[in-house]
C-alpha cells in the first residue's frame, strides 16, 4: 500500500484534537469485492470517530479521521494507497500560466 509522506508523517507523529481528510484509492485486484472494502473502510473510519465524506471518482473516498486514527485506514485490506486531500487536488492557480486569457 503506498502511503504519501505526509500520511505516514501523522500517522507516526499525531497531533492531538487535530483532523485530516484523507483520499483512500481502492486496489483494483482487492481480493473482497468494492462493496466488502467500501463497507469496512466505512467501519474503520466511524470506529475512530470520522466521517466518510464522499465517494469519488475511480474508486476513491474521501474521509476525514482524527490524526491518531490515521493507523486505522492505513492498515485496510483493499485499500491501494492513502494521500491527503490536499495532495490530489488540482486549483485553477495551478494551472494559470498554462491558460491563455484568449481562449
Known amino acids: 500500500m503506498y502511503l504519501s509522506p505526509v500520511v505516514r508523517t501523522l500517522r507516526d507523529d499525531p497531533v492531538p484534537g487535530e483532523t485530516v481528510t ?5 486496489a483494483d485486484d482487492a481480493a473482497d469485492s468494492s462493496a466488502t472494502v467500501e ?3 466505512e467501519a474503520a473510519v466511524e470506529g475512530v ?12 473516498i474521501a474521509v476525514t479521521v482524527p490524526h491518531d486514527g490515521i493507523s486505522a485506514v492505513c492498515d485496510l485490506d483493499g485499500v491501494e494507497s492513502v494521500e491527503t486531500a490536499e495532495t490530489i487536488g488540482i486549483t485553477p492557480g495551478d494551472a494559470g500560466e498554462d491558460l491563455d486569457p484568449e481562449d
Do not use: K, P, R, Y
Open 22 to 26: 484523507l483520499v483512500l484509492s481502492l
Open 39 to 41: 463497507a469496512a473502510i
Open 49 to 60: 470517530g470520522g466521517t466518510v465524506d464522499e465517494h469519488l471518482q475511480f474508486d476513491t
